[in-house]
């Protein structure tokens, strides 16, 4: 069965320490990853997408993904996190026409 | 980059009303969907549209929920009527074909008393 899995609820780090929010995934085809940011009180902005090639994709603020698919995950990093990365960041898939998504890691960055 | 509007961001309606919720996609996008979203985390599909026809419902997606988007105005969302348990915020996301990236509005708050 397709689904997408976000382990970690809530993450809190220190602002300046490096940054990684796990994903993992369950797709039989060849999927279409996503990570989306959502800032309190707003919508989805997407961050960054994995189609194919280079395993290791870069977004937006500095943000990357590492597709893998021995492992089936889709982890987001960052080298060094500013208080305003504060916010909840979903992992999404996309198999054909249907989406699934993860339920969302909470990122708390403490000053 | 490519905005999705949403109207209203926010309405208070009494149980029992109908509420219709618009949103206007990205103008070249085909393909447009509603997402629940409850407890500010958990992003539950509604249902997704193509081509002026519902191409997958989930079972949030109810008797009295409708959807249309008539002569290519807004992609609307119709409750009624409504329930306690349909306050959430809504979001309308669309994309240019069933495979490629979702765009999504600011969300409309509904609650309802």
């Known amino acids: 069965a397709q689904s997408v899995t976000q382990p970690d609820a809530r993450v809190t780090v220190s602002e300046g320490a490096s940054l990684q929010l796990r994903c993992k995934y369950s797709?039989?085809?060849?999927?279409?990853l996503f990570w989306y940011v959502q800032y309190p009180r707003q919508g989805l902005q997407l961050l960054l997408k994995?189609?194919?090639?280079?395993?290791v994709v870069q977004g937006v603020n500095g943000f990357e993904a590492e597709f893998s698919k021995s492992n089936s995950s889709f982890h987001l990093r960052k080298a060094s996190v500013h208080w305003s990365d504060s916010a909840v960041y979903f992992c999404?898939?996309?198999?054909?026409?249907?989406?699934?998504f993860g339920d969302g890691t909470q990122l708390v960055v403490k000053p | 980059g490519p905005k999705v509007l949403q109207i209203p961001s926010h309405q208070i309606i009494d149980m029992g009303q109908m509420v219709t919720l618009n949103c206007d996609p990205v103008?070249?996008?085909?393909?447009f969907y509603w997402y629940k979203q409850i407890l500010g985390q958990q992003m539950e599909f509604l249902v997704n549209?193509?081509?002026?026809?519902?191409?997958?419902k989930s079972k949030l997606f109810k008797d009295q929920f409708s959807v249309e988007r008539p002569d290519g105005s807004y992609f609307t969302l119709k409750i009624q009527p409504t329930a306690l348990e349909d306050s959430a915020v809504y979001f309308c996301?669309?994309?240019?074909?069933?495979?490629?990236?979702?765009?999504f509005g600011e969300g409309s708050r509904l609650i309802v008393v």
């Open positions: 996301a669309s994309s240019v074909t069933g495979g490629n990236t979702l765009y």
């Open positions: 797709y039989s085809g060849t999927p279409y």
């Open positions: 994995y189609y194919s090639g280079d395993p």
């Open positions: 999404v898939l996309r198999g054909g026409d249907r989406i699934f």
């Open positions: 103008s070249n996008h085909l393909y």
């Open positions: 549209f193509y081509n002026g026809k519902v191409m997958e």
